[in-house]
């Protein structure tokens, strides 16, 4: 298998059995994916796997055996305006307290603010996997909202550009 993790090729795990939060954790140094509960609950340790939101408390290395697989941990959001959008709301709205949740909470939002089209009403339900125990989740919803608001005015701003330019 290949596993790129956050753009570059991950060892191979030493203990198959190995959870994904464990392996980025040690060997990959992506300390931003937290785990709390292990048991898919709290979302603290979510990634993109291929693209999608991920608990990867919930994955053990062999399920990645045998297939090229690509990892994003908040570490490898860089190349995500999107993600550096959501990071400056979230800074801007204080969503975090103790933030312990905070990279979860941006990971589980990532596939739906790059996604053809974001909606505010649709928070709730993306939301939903992740739990911040300081219980900020009116400054986190918040701070999502308002970065749905930029990530569509961009947008927008892009496509009225491209028609003006014929
Ligand atoms: S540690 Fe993975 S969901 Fe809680
Ligand atoms: S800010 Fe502390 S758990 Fe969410």
């Given at each position: 298998m290949t596993l790129l993790v956050n753009g570059v090729v991950a060892p191979e795990p030493d203990d198959p059995d190995m959870s994904l939060v464990d392996f980025l954790r040690g060997?990959?140094?992506?300390?931003?994916c937290r785990p709390a509960c292990r048991v898919g609950r709290c979302g603290g340790c979510m990634v993109l796997l291929d693209g999608e939101a991920v608990n990867a408390c919930l994955i053990r290395m062999w399920r990645l055996d045998g297939r090229d697989t690509e990892i994003v941990t908040l570490e490898g959001i860089g190349r995500y305006p999107e993600g550096r959008i959501l990071q400056e709301e979230m800074i801007a709205h204080t969503a975090f307290q103790c933030g312990y949740c905070a990279p979860g909470f941006i990971m589980a939002a990532l596939p739906f603010l790059i996604g053809d089209d974001p909606e505010a009403g649709e928070i709730p339900v993306v939301l939903a996997g992740n739990i911040c125990r300081c219980t900020g989740y009116r400054s986190i919803g918040y701070a999502l909202e308002r970065a749905v608001s930029r990530v569509r005015a961009e947008r927008s701003g892009c496509r009225a550009d491209e028609a003006a330019a014929g």
């Open positions: 060997a990959c140094g992506a300390v931003s």
